[in-house]
């Protein structure tokens, strides 16, 4: 569900906003600004992902390609550290 339909979604469940108290129009805006935050947490978050899900490929290829034996462990080393940076700077956005 994109963005503006969640947003239309949640604002026409509070479309009787006027006959409400200050306070409840408070707790509306202060939903929604939370809504709004997860949702942009969400969508970076697929970002990161997506963006070392790129990485992952051309590392994958660039190994694909390297013949000697000594290289390719070299590089799978190398490229188990990236994984795991990459993995930890997930979970810790996440969080």
């Known amino acids: 569900m994109k963005k503006n339909e969640i947003e239309k979604n949640y ?3 509070f479309s009787n906003i006027s ?15 939370i809504v709004n935050y997860k949702f942009k947490l969400n969508e970076e978050l697929i970002k990161m ?3 070392e899900r790129e990485k992952d490929i051309h590392r ?13 462990k070299k590089i799978e080393k190398l ?3 990236e994984r ?10 996440s969080k």
């Open 11 to 13: 604002l026409s469940t």
């Open 19 to 33: 006959t409400k108290g200050k306070k409840e129009v408070d707790d509306i805006q202060r939903d929604k600004n």
């Open 49 to 51: 992902i997506n963006n």
């Open 60 to 72: 994958e290829k660039l190994l694909a390609v390297t013949l000697d034996y000594d290289e390719k």
């Open 79 to 81: 490229y188990g550290i």
């Open 84 to 93: 795991a940076k990459a993995a930890v700077k997930i979970i810790k956005f």
